[in-house]
Structures are given as C-alpha cells and as structure tokens.
C-alpha cells in the first residue's frame, strides 16, 4: 500500500478544518467547512476531483472527539478509507514545544503528524451500530448514575447537621427523582442485557468475560466497546496501559529513583471499573483473593497489590476471549 497523501483533520461540533499534504510535506490544500454530511461529501467530492486523488493512497488522520466524528466517519467508512483516529494527547506530545493554537494549524499539525509517522499507522476499524448503541446507553447510565449520586450524596450529609423538619423536608423532595433516576438506570440496564442476548457474537463475549471473578455487568459491556469487540486492542499488556494500570519505572540515572508508579494518562472511567472489579475479586475465595492476602501480610501495599489484582483481570479476560472459553478456575496458572 503506497500513501501519497495525507489528510488532517481537526474536528469540532460545528465546523472541520481540512489540510492536505503530499508526501514530501508539501500542503496542497486548506479549507473550513460546516461538520454536516451534505458539506462534507460535497468538499472531499471537490477534494478528490481537485487533485486526482485515489482513495486508497489517501490518509485521513483526526483526533477521536466522540459524536462530532460522526457525520464525518459514516462518510468516509461509505468510501473504504483508510482512517487513522488517534489520541489528542499523543499528537500534542509528538509536537514537542509548539506555540500558537487554532483550528488551521491543529489540523495541519495532525496531517504533520500522519506524514511523519506514517510506519506507526493504525487504522480504525469501524464499530458495528450495536456497539455503538451500546457505548450510548453506557454513557446515558452513567449520567443518571453522577445524577443520582448529586442527590442522595448531599443529604446524607445533613443528617448531623439540619434539625428534624428542614431533612424531613429535603428527604420528601429527593425521593420521587431519586426513584425515577434509580427507574431509569434499570430500565436502561436490562436494555442492555437484551442488546447483549440478541447479539450472537457480543453474548459469547459477554459470557466469557463475566465468567472471571469481579467481572460484573457493566464493566463487561465497557470492556467490549472500548475494545470494539477486542479487534482494535487485543493484547492485555496495551489494554492495561490504555485503562491506566500497568506499572511503569520512574528513574533517571542515580538522582531519580521514584517508585514504579501508573500513567494519569488513561481511560479513567474504565481504571475506576476495574478498581470495583478487583475489590469484588478478592471478596470470593479462591486465587485471587489468597493472591491478595498473601501479598498484604508479606508488606505490600493494599493499592499496589490492587493493582496488580487489576492486572489479573485483564490478562484472565484477554486469554479466555482469545482462546473463546470461559474462565475456569481449576485451570489457573500462578502469575504471582
């Protein structure tokens, strides 16, 4: 596959700031349009025309930015493209010292981006709509979940603080949108699950992964959509790295000698899931849990060996899901 071009773009709600480059880092072309899908087809349709452009010698390089991808993705995806969504925080560290900031210069210092690292190119791999349905109502559930938290949180704290009347008050008021929410979050739960059963493929996933200890419903379904069915990350080792749980060394000749310590630079939401997976995990008995006790009365830290907990569960989801069985535990092999 020869690339002769590359293309950056840089994505906001309302408008897409295009740049494209030849491959010696010559820019040929610039221009602003309205993130729309009739816009967009119409620019790239001139784009193409332009300057002859074959769609499979074309990069299109941009910064995942959720929804505001979308009308732009759907339409090239339609043409086969070849799509390289990647990290806002890895193209900004890539630059170096850079000054200045616009919508022009971000989407030519993406395309900058593509050229020169054109022998690390990852190509996206779409998601099916049901992962994208899925990934949705996650999103919606964790709203009603902050939302309901905002209620409830407050006014037990009041409790030693407001007399009689005034929480009685308060109490009577939070109880039917605490109700709903809390009707909202289950409804919104069993959509899930039926999602999950209707779906050959995500129900085989979904078995396999629950099957490991401290794997609920919801960390489940996140590790699947994040993973997009475990084709875009398949291996443990960089899907602790992405979740924020894998240990790096923090040293520097013989002045620095910090602890191995994790990179704030990751999925925070699933670092947070996985920290309540593992605190299930070493509630039932079993390898896990005498993993974790054996550590802590040999002086490990509890948060150090959480993590390593954590750790576990990746690579024990990631091995069942690559050899398509479920967990089993007489099968466990001491990674201690």
Not at 9 to 34: C, F, M, N
Not at 160 to 181: M, Q
Request: charged letters at 25%; aromatic letters at 8%.
């Amino acid at each position: 596959m020869q690339i002769k071009n590359f293309i950056g773009i840089d994505i906001s709600k309302k408008t897409l700031d295009i740049t494209l480059l030849d491959s010696q880092g010559k820019q040929l072309y610039y221009q602003q349009i309205d993130n729309a899908p009739q816009k967009i087809k119409s620019a790239f349709s001139g784009l193409f025309r332009q300057f002859k452009l074959k769609i499979q010698e074309v990069v299109f390089c941009m910064e995942y930015t959720g929804i505001y991808n979308l009308p732009l993705v759907n339409y090239l995806n339609h043409l086969k493209a070849l799509i390289w969504m990647e990290s806002g925080t890895q193209i900004s560290k890539s630059m170096g010292l850079v000054r200045g900031k616009s919508d022009k210069v971000d989407s030519s210092r993406i395309a900058h981006y593509a050229l020169s690292n054109r022998h690390k190119m990852k190509l996206w791999t779409p998601s099916r709509e049901v992962i994208g349905r899925i990934a949705a109502l996650l999103t919606q559930r964790s709203r009603f979940i902050k939302a309901k938290k905002q209620l409830s949180v407050p006014v037990e704290e009041q409790k030693n603080f407001l007399d009689k009347i005034a929480l009685k008050s308060i109490i009577e008021h939070n109880k039917k949108p605490v109700a709903t929410l809390i009707e909202a979050i289950n409804k919104i739960e069993k959509q899930l699950l039926d999602l999950v059963k209707e779906d050959q493929n995500l129900n085989r996933l979904y078995k396999i992964i629950t099957s490991v200890d401290g794997v609920g419903q919801i960390t489940a379904l996140n590790l699947i959509t994040t993973t997009n069915e475990f084709l875009n990350i398949t291996d443990a080792k960089k899907y602790a790295c992405y979740s924020g749980v894998a240990p790096f060394m923090h040293t520097s000749g013989t002045s620095i000698r910090g602890k191995t310590r994790v990179s704030h630079m990751a999925n925070k939401k699933m670092k947070t899931l996985l920290h309540m997976a593992a605190l299930a995990a070493i509630q039932v008995k079993g390898g896990i849990k005498d993993f974790y006790e054996r550590k802590v009365s040999q002086g490990k830290s509890k948060m150090s060996v959480l993590n390593a907990v954590r750790n576990k569960i990746i690579q024990r989801v990631f091995a069942c899901v690559k050899q398509s069985r479920p967990y089993i535990k007489n099968l466990q092999i001491c990674l201690d």
